[in-house]
């Protein structure tokens, strides 16, 4: 009887612990959600989202990335880049107030997420001279 509550008790100390690890991790990350937010967000001055995901497919490609899946309707396209090393990403665009779109990008080297500015500076670099040169309608 004894033996029994005291592996009771043990199982749920561990589960107890367990659980506590778990949050812990989940608020102490590495860099706040904010800054990483704020990393993968833009905001673009145009309400046509139509063209936006178009630019935003025509980008990823010219940055060497296969389409793996676009909807046009929830806003939201995935994508691979197959060269040293494998990355996805996944773009997500939603209103942001009356006159803008929020462009959103999610990187993932095989399944650790990308946190560092470089690659995401790099694509809305990219999309953003996508976005002048259409309204430019340069081809």
Do not use: W
Not at 40 to 68: H, P
Request: glycine share 4%; charged share 20%.
């Amino acid at each position: 009887m004894r033996l029994g509550k005291i592996v009771n008790l043990l199982a749920l100390s561990a589960m107890l612990a367990g659980c506590a690890y778990t949050a812990k991790d989940l608020l102490d990350t590495p860099e706040s959600q904010l800054k990483i937010r704020s990393i993968q967000s833009r905001g673009f001055d145009t309400t046509d989202r139509e063209k936006m995901l178009r630019a935003i497919i025509a980008t990823l490609q010219d940055l060497g990335f296969v389409i793996d899946h676009a909807d046009v309707n929830l806003g939201s396209i995935s994508a691979t880049k197959l060269e040293r090393y494998l990355l996805k990403l996944t773009v997500t665009i939603h209103p942001r107030g009356s006159t803008q779109l929020m462009v959103r990008a999610n990187a993932r080297y095989n399944v650790t997420p990308v946190l560092e500015p470089e690659p995401y500076q790099q694509f809305f670099a990219a999309l953003s001279r996508a976005m002048f040169l259409d309204a430019q309608q340069i081809d």
